[in-house]
């Protein structure tokens, strides 16, 4: 496992470090400028990039694909301001070196301390272990809150008969986080982004384009609140420098929705 050595430079994109200054021009207050100072030590500890395995585009080469759990694990990277290389694999044609890191041919694969590690669970709780700062924990109480929205939306997506349930099942969960939202947001831990926010951000990206995509479906304006979460999110600096190309996520899931 130690002595993996990657041989895809044509498609590897490196991410750059962010420099974080106090500029006495700009205001801003103490306690911001307290938090870049942790953000530029904890940086200065993980001067090296971390590997990230992610999923290639299957529409645009050289660039990320449509992978929500990947999404999450550069999601994490970004909002804890962290440098990654990306080292991006066709899943259609998987090269041995790939599954030698990852043997269930997954993405993510991340390299922490040496090991390859998969799954973005495991992956992000030891990033935020070996780097707690800006802290990302979601309190164990609300960490599945919104969790069986991604399940709902799959059984609509696959669906093929129009009163089988999957939709009302669907709307029952959105509505549900929607009311949650209202009384706790503007994020799952109030007013804090944190790790459940950054895994389920991706996967509603991913309902919002493929349901509209192929069901000609959207969100309803009845979920005022879940509409301003997901708009949120999607606008935040490092959904869009993580966030897949709309062709790609339509074209991922048109398996699934033909199969
Ligand atoms: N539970 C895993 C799921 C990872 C996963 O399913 N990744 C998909 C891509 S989004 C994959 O690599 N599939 C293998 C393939 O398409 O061959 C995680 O959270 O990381």
């Known amino acids: 496992m130690s002595a ?71 999601l994490t990277l970004e909002e804890k301001h962290l440098p990654y290389d990306l080292k991006l694999v066709d899943l259609g044609n998987k090269p041995d070196w790939f599954l030698s890191i990852s043997p269930e041919g997954k993405v993510p694969v991340a390299k922490l301390d040496d090991k390859w590690i998969a799954d973005s669970d495991v992956i992000t709780k030891s990033v935020e272990e070996k780097f707690p700062e800006p802290s990302l924990v979601t309190p164990p109480e609300k960490a599945s809150v919104g969790s069986k929205i991604f399940s709902t939306f799959i059984g609509f997506l696959k669906s093929k008969d129009a009163n089988d349930g999957t939709e009302q099942a669907l709307l029952n969960e959105l509505s549900a986080f929607n009311d949650y939202i209202k009384e706790n947001g503007p994020f799952i831990n109030g007013e804090n982004i944190s790790a459940a926010d950054l895994s389920l951000g991706p996967k509603l990206y991913h309902l919002e384009i493929a349901l509209g995509h192929y069901k000609k479906w959207a969100v309803p304006d009845s979920l005022p609140h879940l509409k301003t979460y997901m708009k949120t999110l999607f606008s935040l600096d490092s959904f869009i420098k993580t966030m897949p190309l709309t062709e790609d996520v339509i074209e991922g899931w048109r398996p699934k929705v033909m199969g």
């Open 4 to 74: 993996i050595r990657i041989h895809s430079p044509a498609t590897a994109l490196t991410f750059s470090i962010k420099h974080l200054t106090c500029n006495p021009n700009t205001f801003i207050s103490t306690a911001n400028c307290k938090r870049r100072a942790l953000r530029r030590s904890t940086l200065a500890m993980s001067s090296t990039p971390l590997e990230v395995c992610a999923k290639s585009s299957l529409t645009a080469p050289n660039k990320l694909g449509d992978c929500p759990f990947t999404q999450r694990v550069l």
